[in-house]
């Protein structure tokens, strides 16, 4: 699980990992110079988040997982991006966040061409929310094309990126838009064959839990998953760790 030096979803990084930990999987991470990540502390507080706080922070199940896994021996000692290899590992796990300190993750060189190498052994890769643009940026050299080209997927929404800005811009500016000339959806649609490949599944209202997976929404489209926001985040480490198992 490669991870930014600052600025992760604690949801969409934290539930997987404490999903997986508990089947058995063992969960190493990666950051750009092998130093130990935090999670955007917005979400993760909900500082400076105004009326809106309740609704756009981590919910406590999240927050309690992250607190675990911030503690966790591999979470404390993880590999630079240069020294994560391939041949290592069986899963490779891209979450978002929205913050700008995002950018060296989605960026990176040295990840890129990881995710470019996982999809070309056809090993199983999981992208959700802006960790998506990552694999939309993974170009495979042997094609031209990104990795996704000829894949089904979703990401965040348009419409749920919007709103999120335009509920705060007043006061946090573009803090929800990490690249202000284009949305994640854009982004991760002009990078497929077919902009019909991108799935926006139903309108993302209430997050899911064990209890409610029914909320969640994911899509599977061979040796990838995809999901949109820390709404799926249930659904989605539970539909990795089955791919993994097979």
Not at 95 to 113: F, M, N
Not at 187 to 215: A, C, I, Q, W, Y
Request: glycine share 6%; hydrophobic share 40%.
């Amino acid at each position: 699980m490669p991870l930014p030096g600052y600025g992760f979803d604690p949801t969409e990084a934290a539930i997987p990992w404490k999903v997986l930990s508990e089947k058995g999987f063992e969960i190493s991470f990666a950051t750009p110079s092998g130093q130990k990540a935090h999670a955007d502390i917005k979400m993760l507080k909900g500082e400076n988040l105004g009326i809106w706080r309740s609704i756009l922070m981590a919910r406590k199940d999240a927050v309690a997982a992250y607190a675990e896994m911030e503690k966790s021996k591999a979470f404390c000692n993880p590999l630079s991006y240069p020294a994560a290899k391939e041949t290592d590992f069986e899963g490779l796990l891209l979450p978002g966040g929205h913050d700008k300190g995002v950018k060296e993750y989605l960026e990176s060189g040295a990840l890129q061409k990881l995710v470019v190498e996982f999809f070309q052994v056809k090993k199983t890769v999981a992208a959700i929310c802006h960790g998506v643009v990552l694999a939309a940026l993974s170009i495979d050299p042997n094609t031209g094309k990104s990795v996704i080209h000829n894949y089904k997927t979703t990401s965040l929404l348009k419409s749920q990126e919007m709103t999120a800005y335009n509920l705060t811009r007043l006061w946090l500016k573009d803090y929800y838009l990490t690249y202000p000339e284009i949305t994640v959806e854009d982004e991760v649609t002009n990078s497929l064959s077919d902009k019909h490949n991108f799935l926006k599944g139903p309108t993302p209202m209430r997050r899911d839990d064990m209890d409610h997976l029914d909320r969640g929404f994911i899509v599977l489209d061979r040796n990838y998953l995809s999901a949109r926001w820390p709404g799926d985040a249930y659904s989605f480490a539970l539909a990795f760790a089955e791919m993994l198992n097979d």
